[in-house]
């Protein structure tokens, strides 16, 4: 049970991360768990696991990995067109 937990809040964590640099319309369900679930690890890794956690990750953190990921990816897709 706690690993559905974890996707989604992955999922939900990928869709917040979208949301805030404008690319959640071009990503689906799976890129919005892979970019939350990758994105918390960095986050936490960065930035340690402060705040308040759900499923084990910890939220703010996770998010603001997320969001470096996403804008990561976005820019090397985008210079690769």
Known sequence: MHWLWVLIIGAIIGAIAGAITSKG????????????????????????????????????PSII?????VWLVSFILSRGK
């Open 25 to 60: 319309k071009s990503m689906g369900w799976i890129s919005n768990i892979i970019a939350g679930l990758v994105g918390s690890a960095i986050g936490e890794a960065i930035l340690g696991s402060w705040g308040p956690q759900l499923a084990g990750m910890a939220i703010i």
């Open 65 to 69: 990995g997320a969001v470096i990921l």
